[in-house]
């Protein structure tokens, strides 16, 4: 029986485990923390449970399909409710503006705007589809192992049709003439972490998406899917140690041959490493060889994702006016927006408020509410920002005064009986993520498909990578493609 040892069990390592026990590997994990699922994590604080972090479901089809190649049916560990309206934004002169998923509603909404602009959406999302058909077809799915794969005629110009150079923002701008609706679809390019004002505006396909196909909801919220993911795993019969870092991928004339922890070595086959790429190369992997072109002076580098500063609240009311996706646009949106990609807290932060007890009485008793406030700030590589008592007490309150701009929130702060605080220091110190960013190495252009850290060592046989920071790049469903490519280049060896 061929054995596999994988490192970390966030998204990309508990999907690989579930795939390779299925075809018959005997799969372990090493996990650092007491919980697994990574940065998808939950709180649970008696009457009220919370998701982490992550909470934005797109391309229910991609979980899905980890359940279909184990040959088991999904609808046998989780429930997915779709979602619309898809958000509700509030803006910060008391308006706000529901975008329902399906057109005839959407077209009354967006007509409310202007025929113009109802006209430009359209025009925008068909615009971007086109593109996501593209880089589906050539980009996401397929490993770039070889130069050849991706400096070819096609995928070249391929490349250079989805890749215009302007900003998501600008590319918005194209077509929509109201501030409104082009801040709430910019908001939504953040989603991987990146300035829509300086982002390549192939971002713009996480808006499209959403709203193409849907957002959906698990019930119990996202870390249904890990416990889902779990379960699959031990039926497979695979095994999870908690409570374990692995100190070192052990290499011996350049193939990977286990790993070394508290509890000694273990041996395999194949290693998969799912920690944070960036930590892992600097901190895992010793021969300087063995690193190939990432040194720790290019590790350095490169360029990471903003990190997130979130409040979870126990809320002693319901607030019904809230859907389970809500967005805030404050004052002075870009220069906000843009504080977190400058080592700068931002003043009027813009919000997401994300409120699954609205629809889901697990999160919650009857009668009260579960939320997450996220504002998008620098990730830990910026010097500025010591995230201690003060610092979080000035987000705090910056949050709160904003909030005051919107009503139907304006009296969260006496309603409060939970609270707690998910800071960028936490995601460095918990989950090894490099940096205390969100979501690993920044997608830009020179760091996306053939220029990401591919998911096959080319230096190390037998050594694989997947999570949000190796092609084909972040977010739940796209990490879960790396784990889908890691299994297809691992049975193809
Ligand atoms: C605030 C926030 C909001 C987000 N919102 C969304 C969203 O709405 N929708 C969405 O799709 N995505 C969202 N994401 C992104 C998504 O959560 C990540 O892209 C994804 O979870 C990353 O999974 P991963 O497998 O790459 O790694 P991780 O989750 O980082 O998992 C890596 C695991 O490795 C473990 N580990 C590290 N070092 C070691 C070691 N030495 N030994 C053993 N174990 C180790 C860590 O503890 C961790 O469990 C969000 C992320 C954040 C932070």
Redesign the pocket.
Known sequence: MKTAII????????ATAAKLSSKGYKVTI????SK??????YIDAGNFKFD???????TPHIYQEVFDYAGKDYKNYLKFIELNPIYRAFYSDGTSFDLFSNTSNLTKKLEEISKEDSMGYYKFLSNVYEKYIIAEKFFLNNSFTSSLDFFNFISLQKMLKINTLSSSYNHISKYITSEKLRNLIAFQSL?VGISPFDGPNIYNLIPTISQLYGLWYLEGG?YSYVNALERLIYELGGKIIKN????EIIIEKGTAIGVK?VSGIDRADIIIC???FP??VK??IKAERAKGKYTDKKISEMKYTC??F?MHLGLKKTYPKLLVHNIYIGNDFKENIQSAFIGKLPKHPSLYIYCPSRIDNTMAENGTESINI?VRVPNTLNNNIIWNDSTINLMRERIFNDLSNMEILSDIQENIIYENI?TPQD?LE????YGG????LSPTLLQTNYFRPHIKSPTVNNLYF????VHPG??????LL?SKLAVEEILNQ
């Open positions: 490192v970390g069990a966030g998204i990309g390592g508990l090493y996990e650092k923390d697994i699922g990574g940065k998808v994590n982490l972090t992550a909470s934005i479901l797109m989603y996202m374990t870092a692995v100190s922890s799912d920690a944070d930590y892992a901190n895992l990190s997130t979130i996220m998910t995601f918990r989950f090894n993520s960013t969100a979501f690993g997947v999570g949000n920071s972040t977010g739940v469903s796209i990490v790396s």
